[in-house]
């Protein structure tokens, strides 16, 4: 079953449409990965999901209910959880204080410990002093939390080491084998391969191939393109 279907959304930023026409599925239990360079319009895409930014034009849909025109704060109790990219954690307060402030009541924060024994060992530790890594855990535990129905995740491997970003895919793919249907962007396509079902390759605003991740890997040139930046110059 499809958890989160855009369709044919346009958003526009100071009146220049960055994202055109774009549609995409998220199924249960699966992650969709969207690929593409800098300035491709995966940021403005996400935000225009979770309600940060107006969508223009095109729907969003949220287990078959439309959900573009709600406040964010609705979508977000809808169950849209919006990872976002800056990694924002409450620098002086604990672990722990981080995880309550983002728990529901039919949540545990254990939780969050069984998917990052990492953090489980530094409950009374300041936020502020975890390194990039943890922190990214901390706010992708807070999110599970909220107990989502769809995760949205922006370049989650931002400034990260690739020991580190491996472990947090590997969380990511647990976190999708509970239920959560999980839409992850990224810059880098080698970890968003690494754990994508279904991926899509935005450039300028447009989708300009999907399918599925085992496609992905065996175009060789497209690949080669995306690693270069420009996914417009391969044959798609
Ligand atoms: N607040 C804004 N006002 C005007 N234009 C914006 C704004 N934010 C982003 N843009 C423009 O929208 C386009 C898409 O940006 P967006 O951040 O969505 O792309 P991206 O693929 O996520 O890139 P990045 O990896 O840098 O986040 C870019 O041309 C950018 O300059």
Same mark, same amino acid.
């Given at each position: 079953?499809?958890?989160?279907?855009?369709?044919?959304?346009?958003? #526009?930023?100071?009146? $220049?449409?960055?994202?055109? !026409?774009?549609?995409?599925? @998220? +199924?249960? *239990?699966?992650? /969709?990965?969207?690929?593409?360079?800098?300035?491709?319009?995966?940021?403005?895409?996400?935000?225009?999901?979770?309600?940060?930014?107006?969508?223009?034009?095109?729907?969003?849909?949220?287990?078959?209910?439309?959900?573009?025109?709600?406040?964010?704060?609705?979508?977000?109790?809808?169950?849209?959880?919006?990872?976002?990219?800056?990694?924002?954690?409450?620098?002086?307060?604990?672990?722990?204080?981080?995880?309550?402030?983002?728990?529901?009541?039919?949540?545990?924060?254990? #939780?969050?410990?069984? $998917?990052?024994?990492?953090? !489980?060992?530094?409950?009374? @530790? +300041?936020? *502020?002093?975890? /390194?990039?890594?943890?922190?990214?855990?901390?706010?992708?535990?807070?999110?599970?939390?909220?107990?989502?129905?769809?995760?949205?995740?922006?370049?989650?491997?931002?400034?990260?080491?690739?020991?580190?970003?491996?472990?947090?895919?590997?969380?990511?793919?647990?976190?999708?084998?509970?239920?959560?249907?999980?839409?992850?962007?990224?810059?880098?396509?080698?970890?968003?391969?690494?754990?994508?079902?279904?991926?899509?390759?935005?450039?300028?605003?447009?989708?300009?191939?999907?399918?599925?991740?085992?496609?992905?890997?065996?175009?060789?040139?497209?690949?080669? +393109?995306?690693?270069?930046?420009?996914?417009?110059?391969?044959?798609?």
């Amino acid at each position: 079953m499809n958890l989160l279907e855009v369709e044919d959304v346009t958003i #526009e930023r100071s009146g $220049l449409p960055v994202v055109r !026409g774009v549609s995409l599925t @998220v +199924a249960e *239990g699966k992650i /969709s990965v969207v690929l593409g360079a800098n300035g491709a319009g995966k940021t403005s895409l996400l935000e225009g999901i979770s309600g940060a930014v107006r969508v223009s034009s095109g729907q969003v849909r949220l287990a078959g209910q439309r959900i573009e025109k709600a406040r964010p704060w609705r979508r977000a109790r809808a169950g849209v959880a919006h990872v976002e990219q800056n990694r924002t954690v409450f620098r002086d307060l604990s672990v722990v204080d981080n995880l309550r402030a983002g728990c529901r009541r039919d949540a545990s924060i254990e #939780e969050a410990f069984e $998917l990052f024994p990492e953090l !489980g060992k530094q409950r009374s @530790v +300041a936020a *502020g002093l975890l /390194s990039g890594g943890e922190q990214q855990m901390l706010v992708l535990g807070r999110a599970l939390l909220g107990r989502p129905k769809v995760l949205l995740i922006d370049e989650m491997s931002l400034g990260l080491a690739p020991m580190v970003i491996e472990r947090l895919a590997r969380a990511v793919g647990e976190l999708a084998g509970t239920g959560v249907g999980v839409l992850l962007v990224e810059q880098f396509a080698a970890l968003a391969l690494s754990v994508a079902d279904h991926a899509y390759v935005l450039a300028r605003g447009e989708v300009v191939f999907q399918g599925e991740r085992a496609e992905l890997l065996d175009d060789e040139e497209l690949l080669r +393109a995306l690693y270069l930046g420009d996914p417009t110059r391969s044959q798609v």
